[in-house]
């Protein structure tokens, strides 16, 4: 498979983890769009939200969960942050793998 995700989930390519338990791993975005930009990864390969089971299912939770945790880790949980999930290409998912995006560090606008 020639997902970077995967590979990094394998520690194929090197991260820089902020966090990682069995079903998920964290690292910094490589294209930052706010000061805090960490992506919270599936590290079962799961294409998007779309394609998440009725059983895998709970893992969104769990993602939230890791965020909430880091978030508060990284000093953006009282001034606010913005957890995103992209489905699809024209839903903005640029990697066909299932990852939630934590911003914060600054204002964020909509739109």
């Known amino acids: ?64 969960k890791v965020a909430n945790q880091l978030a508060r880790e990284y000093g953006v949980a009282e001034s606010g942050y913005r957890l995103v999930i992209n489905c699809g290409k024209e839903g903005g998912q640029l990697v066909p793998h299932l990852h939630m995006h934590l911003l914060g560090g600054r204002v964020l606008k909509w739109g």
Do not use: W
């Open 1 to 64: 498979m020639d997902c970077v995700f995967c590979k990094i989930v394998a520690g194929e390519i090197p991260s820089d983890i902020l966090y990682q338990d069995e079903e998920v791993i964290a690292f910094r975005d490589i294209n930052p769009i706010a000061p805090t930009h960490l992506l919270i990864v599936s590290k079962k390969h799961i294409p998007s939200v779309l394609h998440l089971t009725d059983a895998e299912a709970p893992l969104i939770g769990h993602m939230t």
